[in-house]
């Protein structure tokens, strides 16, 4: 009976472990500087798209908070610290691989990879995000 007992208690400690493993790409990151931010879960790719319910469940998006229009992640794969993208423009017309890097608990780091540029409306006009970008976990 005590073994029994033992047993199930730590089965429970294993799956409280295990509940508290760290999830760093799931959640908000923003960038005060150009007023974007990526809204992602790239383990449940479980992010709908405010508004482009079309496209399904996703990894996760990019975002502005000055202008509606979405750059999606078709593909997420996390390695380490690390997860490697695959995003495309809400149109389809552009595409781009990039990397996001957890570099702390609350920090991130997206660098475009390869294709097009990401790109916000600013007055009118297209402006390029630049190749590597800093965000913030920010807690919504």
Known sequence: MRRAIHSVLLLLLAMLAQAQKPRPFMGYIYNKEYDVYIQM???QNSVMVPGQAIFGQLPGYFGDKKDGRKWLFTSAKVKGSQA????T???GSEDL???LTCTSDSTFTLHQDKGSTLKIARNG???KIPKELTFIRHFR
């Open 97 to 99: 691989t990039a990397t």
């Open 89 to 91: 423009n809400d149109y």
């Open 84 to 87: 490697s993208l695959a995003i």
């Open 125 to 127: 006009h297209w402006t």
């Open 41 to 43: 879960d790239f383990y």
